[in-house]
Structures are given as C-alpha cells and as structure tokens.
C-alpha cells in the first residue's frame, strides 16, 4: 500500500484503483474514473463500503460531477503535468461554490512547490510523484506563513484576518 500526504501527514492510502477492466476488486474503499462510476454508480458504491472515489481531469466540468457528489468520498484531480493549472480552479470550485466536503486529493505530477498553493485551494490529500520524497513534499506545506490573499480556509484577505 503507497503512502500519500493526507490532511498533513503521510498516511497509507486505503483506497484502491480500479480502471473499470477485469473483475472489480472488492475493496472497502475504491477509487475510480468518473465515467466508469457514471457508467455502474449503484455496484461501485456497494462495493466500496466505505465511499467511492472518483478520478477525474482538470478539464472535467463542475456539472459532470455534480450529480455524484453526495455518494462519493474522494475526488480525485488528475495533473498530467506540473504545468496545468485547471485542476487548482476545480478544486476551488467544487469546497466554495458546491461544497464538497470530502478528501480532494491531487494526483499525477505533483511537486513540493505546488502544494501550499493546492491545499490553499481545497486539497487535504496529496499523491506526489513516486521519484520524489513525501517528506519533502509534506514540508511544502508551510513553505510560507502568511499569505495575502483569501483562500478555501479563510476568504478573507490579510489586512481583515
């Protein structure tokens, strides 16, 4: 089982991917692509006791997920490459505007540097790189103590906190 940075630790990842081909894995908790949750929503979340997760693109629109959101635990935002910034904006999305209150983990190319600035924007899990150090990683959290501008935790901007 891969370690993950979940809610500012490294902790085991208890979730397991599923792509949708072969037997489905009976696990207490699975992770798949949306739309092989959209396709078979009401067997997925049987088997997955504990809640289903779902992974999905940056590109993916708020409203694909919309109607998933109250059976699903996890949403996962895949980052094909450090420099794609549509995930940030989906994270954002989902906490502020439609309240996903579940894990919102980052995975794929995710780096030290970006990770202050991902949970800034909703994320509580990260899944970095496998070439890169979680411990490093989990310092990128308090790569800088104040921050001027509101974010998911706090909206206000520095000069109201």
Same mark, same amino acid.
């Given at each position: ?9 490294? +902790?085991?990842?208890?979730?397991? %991917?599923? +792509? ?9 908790? !699975?992770?798949?692509? !949306?739309? $092989?949750?959209? =396709? ?5 979340? +049987? $088997? *997955? #006791? =504990? ?5 999905? +693109? ?5 409203? @694909? ?6 059976? $699903? #635990? !996890? ?5 094909? #490459?450090?420099?794609?910034? %549509?995930?940030? *904006?989906? =994270? &954002?999305?989902? &906490?502020? %505007? ?5 894990? !919102? ?6 780096? %030290? ?16 790189? *496998?070439?890169? *150090?979680?411990? @490093?990683?989990?310092?990128?959290? #308090? ?10 935790? @706090? ?7």
């Amino acid at each position: 089982m891969p370690n993950i940075i979940r809610n500012g630790a490294i +902790t085991p990842d208890d979730y397991v %991917r599923w +792509t949708g081909e072969g037997e489905m894995p009976a696990a207490e908790r !699975l992770l798949v692509p !949306l739309a $092989v949750f959209a =396709a078979d929503a009401e067997r997925v979340t +049987t $088997v *997955s #006791k =504990a809640g289903p997760g779902i992974i999905v +693109t940056g590109d993916t629109e708020p409203d @694909d997920i919309l109607p998933w959101l109250p059976a $699903v #635990k !996890l949403i996962a935002i895949e980052f094909p #490459k450090f420099t794609d910034g %549509r995930g940030y *904006s989906l =994270a &954002r999305l989902l &906490r502020e %505007r439609h309240g996903f209150q579940g894990e !919102l983990r980052a995975v794929g190319d995710v780096l %030290r540097d970006q990770i202050f600035f991902m949970h800034r924007c909703g994320f509580n899990a990260f899944e970095v790189r *496998s070439d890169r *150090s979680l411990e @490093d990683a989990l310092n990128g959290l #308090k790569d800088f103590t104040v921050a001027y501008q509101g974010d998911v935790h @706090d909206p206000r901007p520095h000069y109201q906190r």
